[in-house]
T-cell receptor, first 110, second 117 residues
Framework: SQQGEEDPQALSIQEGENATMNCSYK?????LQWYRQNSGRGLVHLIL?????REKHSGRLRVTLDTSKKSSSLLITASRAADTASYFC??????????FGKGTRLSVIA | DGGITQSPKYLFRKEGQNVTLSCEQN?????MYWYRQDPGQGLRLIYY???????QKGDIAEGYSVSREKKESFPLTVTSAQKNPTAFYLC????????????????FGSGTRLTVV
């Protein structure tokens, strides 16, 4: 079962612009995580936000969480060509493994 | 350096053949996971293990089998019963939620691409 749904499915921006990706989920969660996947590679953990947190920053990444709307957003500021990848949200509920969404494909054009 | 090693990177399977994908970690993580990824799709959970000699089915376990005889190793066998095995397989590990350390991310291997020929 897939809990998260990312929006948009694909996003194309110019280098230097900001990229915003959204994630909606269905059930209550312990935390929500964002991962990046370069083409043909494994996933890399970017950031984790707990259910009692509303916003978290890590470098050029900013994540928000609205548990009342069951949604999260990932903002990448001042994007670079190296940010080109697929981005996935994943949720943790209880003691069950991570459940992933289908991802957003981000293309940053130099 | 600590990490997860998946091998081989590419694997070709003939019809009716069983194949085994290797996953080894030296992170001292208790929990290990196998996910399947199809083109343009998210990850779907096949099997997971939170402790040695114990594992649970995920959402798409049919046609797959696993073992967890050592903490470091969690091999996945794709059996002939799996009718559509062509996919990208990802192994991951983490500190399991049950220990109270639930707020940790997963560490992923670099994946194995399996193709039926």
């Amino acid at each position: 079962s897939q809990q998260g749904e990312e929006d948009p499915q694909a996003l194309s921006i110019q280098e230097g612009e900001n990229a915003t990706m959204n994630c909606s989920y269905k059930t209550s969660i312990n935390n929500l995580q964002w991962y990046r996947q370069n083409s043909g590679r494994g996933l890399v953990h970017l950031i984790l936000i707990r259910s009692n947190e509303r916003e978290k920053h890590s470098g050029r990444l900013r994540v928000t969480l609205d548990t009342s709307k069951k949604s999260s957003s990932l903002l990448i500021t001042a994007s670079r060509a190296a940010d080109t990848a697929s981005y996935f949200c994943a949720t943790v509920s209880g003691n069950t493994p991570l459940v992933f969404g289908k991802g957003t494909r981000l293309s940053v054009i130099a | 350096d600590g990490g997860i090693t998946q091998s081989p990177k590419y694997l070709f399977r003939k019809e009716g053949q069983n194949v085994t994908l290797s996953c080894e970690q030296n992170l001292n993580h208790d929990a290990m996971y196998w996910y399947r990824q199809d083109p343009g799709q998210g990850l779907r959970l096949i099997y997971y293990s939170q402790i040695v000699n114990d594992f649970q089915k995920g959402d798409i376990a049919e046609g797959y089998s696993v073992s967890r005889e050592k903490k470091e190793s969690f091999p996945l066998t794709v059996t002939s019963a799996q009718k559509n095995p062509t996919a990208f397989y990802l192994c991951a590990s983490s500190i399991p939620a049950g220990t109270g350390h639930s707020n940790y991310g997963y560490t992923f291997g670099s994946g194995t691409r399996l193709t039926v020929v």
